[in-house]
């Protein structure tokens, strides 16, 4: 018998932009609609302890000073800019310009460059409740200070306004410095475009972007429209990132496999099977060849609608493509024929992937675990329950639940407690989350038997 933990005994039934990369992601990557770059950031130069030790500014131009009067290292903007960093960390934007002001004032030969004016730009974007006149203030002081404002100016403050969720905040202040003094680049571009299209409605997503194009002929590139494909594509839009695709070609470019590879994702979770086929001949005749991804997202999506024949002749086409069909792509088809109640035929599929050397995974074995009980193959799912435990697999929460379940109303409630307890012991699932479905199953038999459902 399981061993209940104590605290569950009296238990009734109750119970989404990454930061930018060493450099820029390959053209056709399939991490490209992150729109990272190797964006200039602030440079971070504060100590690893912080000079100061209150906010109070008057204390820390007194601190700056002592400092100034005794360091033995150069006085150079580095040391400045560390400075103004530690001070910038604790105090509020007024107080970090006011200290820029008293180390100007007090060392004539500090000459602030584009890198001391991004600490307070960043500060100034990121600190809490800070308004965007604060932004616009120490853009002010870096005009009047001989510093124009570029495409890192811009990247600095719409990264920093998108990290301290402003969204619209920095989609309003690029298209003000794009207006006043220099359009974003690409990758700032489609990375605020990203961040938009998680916040914003797809029609002020659309403003940005035409606005973006007419007023300050920043166009769409091949990144941009796989970014906008995706999130339509993610919010089961279909119809509209086909019309994306005829923009995309319309505007001079070609689309490549992972747009292809998106579109068709799309069409796969929605079990659209017949149109995934559509956009897998669409790309042939375009003279785009699919890749492994391509393959294994039609082989899911087939699986998926319950076309197993079509998707096994793909696994076949896939090989002949040079592409050795992996545990995804067998797992997928196996996961179909187990809907369909074909659970011998998966488990014999197994067979031939192991015969070919493909070496199944986790999520393999929990998907035949999952059909054979599903198919009340009970002496089979046992069996194959004991071989998984034999190579210490973990029990995935869908095919735990299925095992459990149908091992209590089959009457084989001892089985059901021990298969709890290795799900514990082996920490597929918290002790909560198991008992749950125990308990669950063991109240279900119970009712089942007082309506004279179950023996």
């Excluded at 194009?213 to 339509?232: A, G, M, R, W």
């Excluded at 796969?268 to 790309?283: D, N, P, W």
């Excluded at 084989?412 to 008992?435: N, P």
Aim: with cysteine; aromatic share 8%; charged share 25%.
């Amino acid at each position: 018998m399981g061993k209940i933990p104590s605290s569950f005994r009296s238990l009734t039934s109750t119970q989404l932009i990454k930061k930018p990369t060493a450099s820029p992601p390959p053209r056709n990557s399939q991490n490209r609609i992150t729109g990272t770059h190797d964006s200039p950031k602030p440079p971070q130069t504060t100590p690893s302890r912080n000079p100061f030790k209150s906010p109070n500014l008057s204390s820390a131009k007194s601190l700056f000073n002592s400092i100034a009067a005794t360091s033995k290292i150069p006085l150079d903007t580095k040391f400045h800019n560390s400075v103004l960093q530690s001070y910038a960390s604790i105090a509020t934007v007024d107080d970090a310009v006011k200290l820029f002001h008293h180390i100007l004032k007090s060392q004539p030969s500090f000459s602030p460059e584009p890198s001391t004016f991004n600490i307070l730009l960043s500060h100034a974007c990121k600190s809490p409740d800070s308004p965007l006149s604060n932004v616009h203030r120490v853009l002010n002081l870096m005009v009047n200070s001989g510093v124009e404002p570029n495409n890192v100016t811009t990247d600095i403050a719409a990264r920093s306004l998108c990290e301290s969720d402003r969204v619209s905040d920095a989609k309003d202040l690029v298209m003000e410095l794009s207006e006043k003094h220099s359009p974003p680049d690409m990758f700032t571009y489609n990375y605020l475009l990203k961040q938009l299209c998680k916040f914003e409605s797809l029609n002020a997503v659309y403003e940005f972007r035409d606005k973006m194009k007419k007023s300050f002929n920043v166009k769409p590139d091949l990144v941009s429209y796989t970014i906008l494909i995706d999130h339509v594509c993610n919010s089961k839009n279909l119809r509209e990132a086909m019309k994306l695709v005829s923009d995309l070609g319309a505007d001079g470019f070609k689309p490549d496999c992972f747009v292809y590879n998106t579109i068709m994702k799309g069409f796969c979770t929605l079990s659209k099977g017949s149109e995934a086929v559509g956009v897998f001949k669409k790309m042939k005749e375009d003279g785009v060849e699919p890749d492994r991804i391509t393959y294994n997202t039609l082989i899911f999506g087939l699986s998926k609608s319950g076309r197993v024949e079509e998707a096994r002749k793909y696994l076949q086409t896939m090989d002949e493509a040079g592409y050795e069909p992996d545990a995804v792509a067998y797992t997928a088809l196996m996961n179909g024929m187990c809907r369909k109640g074909a659970s011998l035929g998966a488990l014999s599929l197994l067979e031939e992937m192991e015969a070919k050397g493909c070496a199944p995974n986790d999520v393999t074995y929990n998907t035949l675990l999952y059909g054979l009980c599903k198919g009340r193959l009970m002496d089979k799912g046992i069996e194959f329950y004991e071989m998984m435990k034999s190579k210490g697999l973990k029990l995935e929460s869908y095919a735990y639940a299925t095992l459990v379940r149908a091992l209590v109303r089959s009457g084989k409630v001892a089985e059901a407690y021990e298969v709890f307890d290795y799900a514990v012991g082996s920490k597929s699932l918290s002790d909560a989350s198991a008992y749950a479905t125990l308990e669950t199953s063991l109240k279900w038999v119970k009712k089942a038997k007082e309506q004279g459902l179950a023996d």
